[in-house]
Nanobody, 118 residues
C-alpha cells in the first residue's frame, strides 16, 4: 500500500483547505483510512478516519463540526475537508491505512504541512 498526501499550505484563521490522500490499488475498499497530525514538539494525534465501507466515520473532538473525511473509491483517494481553521490546527498531516481487523495503522503517507496564521 502506497499513500501520497497533498493539499497542505498556508491559510489564514477561519479559512479552509482540502487535503487529499491518493492510495495505490483498491485500498479504500479494503482498509480503514485515517488522518493524523503532528504539531511541532507534540505527539502525533488522531484526526479522523473512515471505514472501508465508507459508511462509518470517526473524528477527534477537537475537529468535530469543522473537519470532514470522505473517500472516492473510483479515484482511490481520501479527502480531509478542513473548515474554520484555527492556528492550533497547524501541523504536518499524515494519511494512514490499516486493516479493519487490526488496531495499528501499518501504512503511512509522507505528510503535508498545514500552517494556519492568526
Amino acid at each position: 500500500v502506497q499513500l501520497q498526501a497533498s493539499g497542505g499550505g498556508l491559510v489564514q484563521a477561519g479559512g479552509s483547505l482540502r487535503l487529499s490522500c491518493a492510495a495505490s490499488g483498491r485500498t479504500l475498499s479494503t482498509y480503514i483510512m485515517g488522518w493524523f497530525r503532528q504539531a511541532a514538539g507534540k505527539e502525533r494525534e488522531f484526526v479522523a478516519a473512515i471505514s472501508n465501507s465508507g459508511r462509518t466515520r470517526y473524528s477527534a473532538d477537537s475537529v468535530k463540526g469543522r473537519f470532514t473525511i470522505s473517500g472516492d473509491n473510483a479515484k482511490n483517494t481520501v479527502y480531509l475537508q478542513m473548515n474554520s481553521l484555527k492556528p492550533e490546527d497547524t501541523a504536518v498531516y499524515y494519511c494512514a491505512a490499516r486493516k479493519p481487523e487490526l488496531t495499528n495503522y501499518d501504512y503511512w503517507g509522507q505528510g503535508t504541512l498545514v500552517t494556519v496564521s492568526s
